[in-house]
T-cell receptor, first 113, second 112 residues
Framework: DGGITQSPKYLFRKEGQNVTLSCEQN?????MYWYRQDPGQGLRLIYY???????QKGDIAEGYSVSREKKESFPLTVTSAQKNPTAFYLC????????????FGPGTRLLVL | EDQVTQSPEALRLQEGESSSLNCSYT??????LFWYRQDPGKGPEFLFT???AGEEKEKERLKATLTKKESFLHITAPKPEDSATYLC?????????????FGTGTQLKVEL
């Protein structure tokens, strides 16, 4: 079955710790995205990548980092510099022709201990 | 700056009671408007894409329409399983990265 997987489903972060969220897709999509969802706010774009080995900052990139070494994978690291990391993190992917629909994974909920 | 406003924030319907959700937008040249359904604790599920004013798309009890300023998601004879949060997003022709700008959603509850 083709789709997007995210792991873990829940993640706990201690003070000063970096944590990495996994996102994998087998849809042969070129572009991948990370969004953050907070209660009462729309999804906000953190980072996106339109091609392997290239990525761009979104609207709220501070305190986050990404890599895109393989077409199928786009991991997100939440660094200790992100002071308010508690949120629902969503990964999405699409073809890269501009008008293509973005399809979302099941999400990872990050909580701070 | 692109903006999306959804109304109402929450809507409670009886089973079979038809209604509409609104998505108002301002964007520097619309490339596409997207509707998603999101269940609690899950990722958004794609419903429709609309590209130009006058366009309509249907799927089961849902019908999406588009004008130059807003989109409506019409729900006909809803069932309890239609309960979810419905998200609207726009993509502008300008700017990079296929970016989507989302509204805050309408939380729909359909009761027996």
């Amino acid at each position: 079955d083709g789709g997007i997987t995210q792991s873990p489903k829940y993640l706990f972060r201690k003070e000063g710790q970096n944590v990495t969220l996994s996102c994998e897709q087998n849809l042969n999509h070129d572009a991948m995205y990370w969004y953050r969802q907070d209660p009462g706010q729309g999804l906000r774009l953190i980072y996106y990548s339109q091609i392997v080995n290239d990525f761009q900052k979104g609207d709220i990139a501070e305190g986050y980092s990404v890599s895109r070494e393989k077409k199928e994978s786009f991991p997100l690291t939440v660094t200790s510099a992100q002071k308010n990391p508690t949120a629902f993190y969503l990964c999405a992917s699409s073809f890269n022709r501009g008008w293509e629909t973005q399809y979302f994974g099941p999400g990872t909920r990050l909580l701070v201990l | 700056e692109d903006q999306v406003t959804q109304s109402p924030e929450a809507l409670r319907l009886q089973e079979g009671e038809s209604s509409s959700l609104n998505c108002s937008y301002t964007v520097s040249g619309l490339r596409g408007l997207f509707w998603y359904r999101q269940d609690p604790g899950k990722g958004p599920e794609f419903l429709f894409t609309l590209y130009s004013a006058g366009e309509e798309k249907e799927k089961e009890r849902l019908k999406a329409t588009l004008t130059k300023k807003e989109s409506f998601l019409h729900i006909t004879a809803p069932k309890p399983e239609d309960s979810a949060t419905y998200l609207c997003a726009v993509q502008a022709r300008t700017g990079g990265g296929n970016k989507l700008t989302f509204g805050t959603g309408t939380q729909l509850k359909v009761e027996l």
